[in-house]
């Protein structure tokens, strides 16, 4: 098995397989040397957090960062790899693919909160139950609203992780009244929508639309 080993003259790097040499002449200063001499680079195996391939670098590489042959991605140290999580984009190059859960942004309804600065929902992994707010209601969504045709259960979201570290976002009706639009379109009660970008969900005379 090859290795990538340090010349002991002027360090350049090569790579042999130590176990077929006894002596080793560097190609970059000609000097000749006993292959014991040779310092071997120490290795990392290390997962690439974007496309999860697992690459064999040198632990300089994978101290200092290094970009991904295969999906072209920065990879960070690790420290800074869990700090700069949240600052990551949720946006690939492929559009409606988000490294975190989506937020619904009110965009149309008699909502207590237009007169607040933040009017978006932000969205988590699992169940996310929608309606109006009540004391009785027990659902995790509950919406500040004077809207009458809104349930106090009226649509869930749910929020998944797929393979590639992504999250995909699942509408249906929860049994309403009045029933949730999508796109202007009602649902029936069996359906299941996956979101994009910029859907709209209508219920009762609330609409919110689905942003990053």
């Keep these: ?10 360090k350049a790097v090569l790579e042999f397989d130590r176990a077929k040499y006894s002596t080793v002449k560097c190609p970059k200063c000609t ?3 006993n292959v014991n001499d040779f310092t071997e680079v120490p290795m990392a195996d290390i997962p690439c957090p974007y496309c999860k391939v697992t690459l064999r670098v040198t632990k300089t590489a994978s101290e200092k960062g290094m970009t991904c042959p295969k999906c072209k991605h920065t990879i960070t140290p690790r420290k800074k790899i869990e700090v700069e999580h949240t600052a990551m984009p949720i946006r ?3 559009s409606n693919q988000l490294y975190r859960p989506g937020k619904l942004e009110l965009i149309e309804g ?3 909160w237009l007169s607040q600065e933040n009017t978006t929902i932000v969205l988590v992994r699992g169940d996310n139950m929608l309606g109006r707010k009540s004391p009785s209601s027990t659902i995790n969504i509950q919406i500040p609203t004077s809207d009458s045709h809104m349930s106090r259960s009226h649509a869930k979201i749910e929020v998944k992780m797929i393979e590639d570290s992504t999250f ?3 509408l249906s009706d929860a049994g309403s009244a009045n029933g949730t639009y999508h796109n202007d379109e009602c649902l029936e009660s069996d359906d299941i929508i996956k979101l994009a970008l910029g859907d709209k969900i209508r219920m009762g005379q609330t609409v919110l639309k689905f942003v990053e």
């Design 110 to 112: 008699e909502a207590h």
């Design 1 to 10: 098995m090859k290795s990538r080993c340090i010349c002991p003259s002027c």
């Design 92 to 94: 690939s190059q492929s």
């Design 31 to 33: 000097q000749q040397a």
């Design 168 to 170: 995909v976002h699942y």
